[in-house]
């Protein structure tokens, strides 16, 4: 038996698709590719934009057009939210929300048998403060391991449906996390990524009080583990003690995804933001001051409701101001359910469009600059991946490097020696191990 997985949206999906594949592999099924025939298809689905639903009804009709014999499995936030569209599509065996993935394999195995549609979706997921534990064994070919330490979101911007997909937060126990990463070091991983849906809430619903930097701190700890980063986090957790005590962590990488999404505040205020533009650049200008090689990027929305130009030009300047990383583009999508759905000036497609082509190039522009920084500089580079003598990687402030070797260093940090660069890839000469 052959089974196939499709996964869209963040890294916590990919994540939770690894979880699964793993199960089926132990209950004696291959993997298939996706475009291949195969006798189980997984969609692990994405419901943040409009075009993660259309993605998702596509992926559900091409697995159906397959194999009509096939089971076709529908997991995820858009399953979760949309749970009688999902049944009512024609092919569909097994409808799972963000919640009993770990159990997928036996409501495949019981739609098999049974020949009837399966549906398990947990109801009034806000409630539900449980982590769903689905741990990742095997990284074959990679070097760098993703560990799922958090799950669901209770911040509420007015312009996101995730909170109700993915339910209210939960946190992986800290024994589990670092039991995990021992074992990852074990064979031989040196990066570890921190992920979820808002991982700067981790363990706030612990009665013993672990928080995220508790949990870096016991990371710090362990052999073998060089790297640990963390995946996007609120601008706010800087605030305050935090930033003393997060410079005297060692393996901490130097690169952090601060979730901007507008330069107005006017704009950050209907969006339910919590923050000004004021307060996000002073922790910006304090990590500066704090890591000298930092590394910042950020996510923008464009075209939010009643953005006026005035609004929109108010965040070009603020991103050309604060000079950025990188940043990432997304043009708003209405997602019923969430209150800037009924807002008044909807902003039309076509000037969206528009105003998202302006932060993009301002991006680029930004993301070079940087990259041209560390010319003439020396830089350790986990190396990922390599093809016929040519090696990629990342320098712990997330800047791609490229070199040649005819030695096979693909898991290996090495020094290298920056020349040049290729837009926003750094070029550079190995250095030999001293």
């Not at 298809?41 to 596509?58: A, E, F, H, L």
């Not at 097994?94 to 398990?120: C, P, T, W």
């Not at 990488?253 to 979730?259: E, G």
Request: glycine share 8%; with cysteine.
């Amino acid at each position: 038996m052959k089974v196939a997985f499709q996964t869209l949206g963040c890294r916590v999906n990919v994540f939770d698709s690894e979880a699964m594949s793993e199960m089926f592999l132990r209950d004696g099924y291959e993997l298939a590719h996706f475009d291949d025939m195969a006798d189980v298809y997984v969609i692990n689905t994405c419901t943040v934009t409009n075009m993660g639903d259309k993605k998702s009804r596509q992926y559900i009709s091409k697995a159906k057009r397959q194999n009509p014999h096939s089971i076709v499995a529908v997991v995820g936030c858009y399953a979760q939210t949309n749970k009688e569209e999902i049944m009512g599509m024609e092919g569909v065996d097994v409808v799972l929300g963000s919640r009993n993935k770990s159990d997928i394999v036996f409501y495949v195995n019981k739609a098999m048998a049974e020949g009837n549609q399966v549906v398990h979706v947990t109801e009034n997921l806000l409630l539900d403060h449980k982590f769903e534990e689905l741990n990742v064994s095997g990284y074959e070919g990679k070097t760098r391991a993703f560990l799922k330490i958090q799950d669901g979101c209770n911040r509420f911007c007015s312009y996101c449906i995730i909170p109700y997909a993915r339910g209210g937060i939960s946190s992986k126990s800290p024994e589990s996390i670092l039991e995990e990463i021992s074992d990852l070091a074990k064979n031989g991983f040196k990066e570890v990524i921190l992920s979820g849906i808002h991982v700067a809430s981790y363990g706030q619903e612990f009665t013993g009080k672990m928080d995220l930097l508790d949990l870096l701190y016991e990371i710090e700890k362990i052999e073998g583990i060089e790297r640990v980063r963390i995946g996007s986090i609120e601008p706010m957790f800087f605030k305050g003690e935090r930033m003393g005590k997060i410079l005297k962590l060692k393996k901490l990488c130097h690169h952090f995804h601060l979730s901007l999404q507008s330069g107005s505040n006017e704009t950050l205020k209907r969006m339910n933001r919590r923050y000004t533009k004021e307060e996000y650049l002073d922790i910006v200008e304090k990590m500066r001051q704090s890591f000298s090689d930092v590394s910042i990027t950020t996510d923008v929305i464009v075209g939010f409701p009643g953005e006026t130009q005035e609004e929109f030009d108010e965040t070009v300047d603020f991103l050309k101001e604060i000079r950025l990383n990188k940043v990432h583009t997304f043009k708003y999508s209405p997602r019923k359910g969430t209150p800037a759905y009924h807002m008044k000036d909807q902003v039309e497609g076509s000037l969206k469009e528009a105003r998202s082509n302006v932060v993009i190039a301002l991006s680029e522009k930004t993301e070079n600059d940087y990259t041209s920084k560390i010319v003439g500089k020396t830089v350790e580079v986990l190396f990922e991946e390599g093809r016929d003598e040519t090696y990629m990687g990342y320098t712990k402030n997330f800047i791609r490097v490229k070199v040649t070797s005819p030695n096979h260093i693909k898991g290996q940090i090495r020094k290298v020696q920056i020349t040049g660069q290729e837009k926003e890839t750094a070029l550079g000469e190995l250095l030999p191990l001293s």
